[in-house]
């Protein structure tokens, strides 16, 4: 519980004690408060009624002065108000409840403390990682890259190929045969398409 607890004041504690009693004219009865002024009661739908199989209803009243967004309701008395807890929470229960609840935060801020104080174990182990990394690194970018090499391969067995054909080229040029079957009456034909002739009329 965040917000400051009220004192309550001895009037105020003697007007609780007799709304506490259960008269038999009155409509809702006081089980208890909290240490934020807020008030805890119980009644049921029929007046007077002795049956014991009617649910008691349990409501939350809190002071006209707090705004409803400022209404804050302890775990205790959340149980209560839903039926998961029979007995209402008493006073003492209710300030070792926020004892409790300081010694936590005391607790929590402390170990914070410590873990911050701590020396950064995780950091040397990535700053190794990537000294580790700037070899490989530097390796990768002295190798080749391998479209480079099957490039420079490819180009190595063009110019082989080429040199193959220019010689073709000059022992033709030199072989007298060669000549002579490129003058032949049918090494030059290709052959083309058909174009049929018109027949001449009859008389």
């Avoid at 309550?8 to 259960?22: E, M, N, S, V």
Wanted: net charge positive; hydrophobic share 35%.
């Amino acid at each position: 519980m965040s917000a400051t607890p009220k004192r309550i004041g001895p009037f105020t504690q003697a007007w609780y004690k007799w709304k506490a009693l259960r008269l038999p004219w009155r409509k809702r009865f006081l089980i208890g408060f909290d240490l934020h002024g807020n008030t805890f009661w119980e009644f049921r739908l029929t007046r007077g009624a002795q049956d014991s199989s009617e649910r008691w209803r349990r409501i939350v009243s809190y002071p006209r002065s707090t705004h409803y967004s400022q209404v804050k309701v302890s775990p205790q008395w959340h149980q209560w108000l839903r039926h998961t807890r029979r007995e209402a929470p008493t006073m003492e229960e209710q300030r070792a409840e926020l004892v409790r609840q300081e010694r936590m935060k005391l607790l929590a801020a402390e170990a914070d403390a410590r873990w911050e104080a701590k020396p950064r174990v995780m950091e040397a182990p990535k700053e190794e990682e990537a000294a580790r990394r700037l070899p490989l690194a530097e390796e990768r970018a002295q190798q080749p890259v391998e479209g480079e090499d099957q490039k420079a391969t490819a180009t190595r067995k063009e110019k082989p190929s080429q040199a193959t054909k220019l010689d073709e080229e000059k022992a033709n040029a030199k072989d007298p045969w060669a000549r002579a079957r490129a003058q032949g009456p049918g090494e030059s034909w290709q052959p083309t398409a058909w174009n049929p002739t018109a027949t001449a009329k009859k008389r």
